[in-house]
């Protein structure tokens, strides 16, 4: 009786360990934030992420989407040419129109692109190609892909496209 009282206990103890760490791991996954709070929280896009605000495009990041965002690195704003940012910010309209020429409705993997042509949301073409693994938007290659959002999914590239004079 003394041996079957404590097998139970013990099983009891393990069984109350287990559901807490259970709980434990199930309380620390982090649910699914939109597109703008995870271009937010990801480091590497903060110039990214000043400029959405700056364009009042986060609350239309944080909408229901679903959007493809190719998401320009810190690194790929400071490869530009001097002055730009400062005159983007001086004019909402073309930040705004540079911004939404890397966003494409709907939600996009890498293993769904195809060599096309899609629309972005400013109305303008983006040439999309995928060899192998690398998946390329215009002129920029994306150097890490599929950061899932819970309204859409963020491909981080390594260059600004520009959209074409209009």
Not at 11 to 24: E, F, G, K, N, Q
Not at 79 to 98: Q, R, S, Y
């Amino acid at each position: 009786m003394h041996i079957d009282s404590a097998l139970r206990l013990t099983r009891r103890l393990t069984l109350a360990v287990t559901t807490i760490a259970l709980v434990s791991a199930c309380a620390s996954m982090q649910k699914p934030v939109s597109v703008a709070d995870t271009i937010a929280k990801t480091p590497e896009l903060s110039t990214l992420n000043g400029l959405v605000k700056a364009a009042g495009l986060t609350e239309t990041l944080q909408g229901p989407g679903p959007f493809t965002v190719f998401a320009p690195n810190d690194a790929a704003f400071k490869a530009l040419k001097a002055g730009t940012l400062e005159d983007l910010g001086k004019h909402p309209e073309k930040l705004k129109d540079l911004l939404t020429y890397h966003v494409v409705p709907g939600a996009l993997a890498a293993k769904d692109v195809k060599n096309s042509t899609v629309k972005a949301v400013n109305g303008d073409p983006l040439a999309l190609s995928k060899a192998g693994d690398f998946v390329t938007v215009e002129n920029a290659m994306a150097v890490k892909g599929d950061v899932m959002a819970s309204n859409g999914v963020i491909h981080i590239i390594d260059t600004v496209m520009t959209p074409p004079k209009k």
